[in-house]
């Protein structure tokens, strides 16, 4: 299967704080995406990476790409409690259709 | 807001029952996408239509079907509810073939409940 995974599954931190996320996933793509989703909500798209781009930044986000090791990670810096919320990475291989990861629940406590 | 809608927001129906779930994409987006999130499975892509035509297929069961018509809008039909068909439908819409156009914009979901 072409979905990744998260890790870790769930992570609670200060505000304030930084928080990581990673993704692993198991085929080539063409670019990843990280999306978040507020409980019972759609999902919102946050950031994409191309495959031959290794970091991006956006805000307070920073998103790694390493595609020796099929694997991603997001940092959001500075947290608030505002960003509590669940995360996904989503990848795009040659196909129009992405491939969501299982989500990492972020929780930030004020 | 996305500018993607779904209705209905709730649905509450019994088992064996068949529902309708619509959804409307941002205006000029060409491809909608269905999504199933339920608490065992993620979130789980079932089928993808461009302009009409369906595009890709996921992990729809054959009791799932949908459609897109000519204004864009989409529908996806489930019969035969059971239990396990419980779950967050979402629809997303995008711009396909745009270079760097490629995320894709999610509607508020249809809960639907199978009692």
């Known amino acids: 299967s072409q979905q990744g995974e998260e890790d870790p599954q769930a992570l609670s931190i200060q505000e304030g704080e930084n928080a990581t996320m990673n993704c692993s996933y198991k085929?080539?793509?063409?670019?990843l995406q990280w999306y978040r989703q507020n409980s019972g909500r759609g999902l919102v798209h946050l950031i994409l990476i191309r495959s031959n781009e290794r970091e991006k930044h956006s805000g307070r986000l920073r998103v790694t790409l390493d595609t020796s090791k099929k694997s991603s990670s997001l940092l959001i810096t500075a947290s608030r409690a505002a960003d509590t919320a669940s995360y996904f990475c989503a990848t795009r291989t040659g196909a129009n259709n992405l491939f969501f990861g299982t989500g990492t629940r972020l929780t930030v406590i004020p | 807001d996305s500018g993607v809608t779904q209705t209905p927001k709730h649905l509450i129906t019994a088992t064996g029952q068949r529902v309708t779930l619509r959804c409307s994409p941002r205006?000029?987006?060409?491809?909608v996408y269905w999504y199933q999130q339920s608490l065992d499975q993620g979130l789980q892509f079932l089928i993808q239509?461009?302009?009409?035509?369906?595009?890709a297929k996921g992990n729809i069961l054959e009791r799932f079907s949908a459609q897109q018509f000519p204004d864009l809008h989409s529908e996806l039909n489930l019969s035969s509810l059971e239990l396990g068909d419980s779950a967050l439908y979402f629809c997303?819409?995008?711009?396909?073939?745009?270079?760097?156009?490629?995320?894709?914009?999610f509607g508020p979901g249809t809960r639907l409940t199978v009692l």
């Open positions: 239509y461009y302009n009409g035509e369906e595009r």
């Open positions: 205006s000029g987006d060409l491809s």
């Open positions: 085929t080539s793509i063409n670019n």
């Open positions: 997303a819409s995008s711009v396909v073939g745009s270079r760097g156009m490629d995320e894709q914009f």
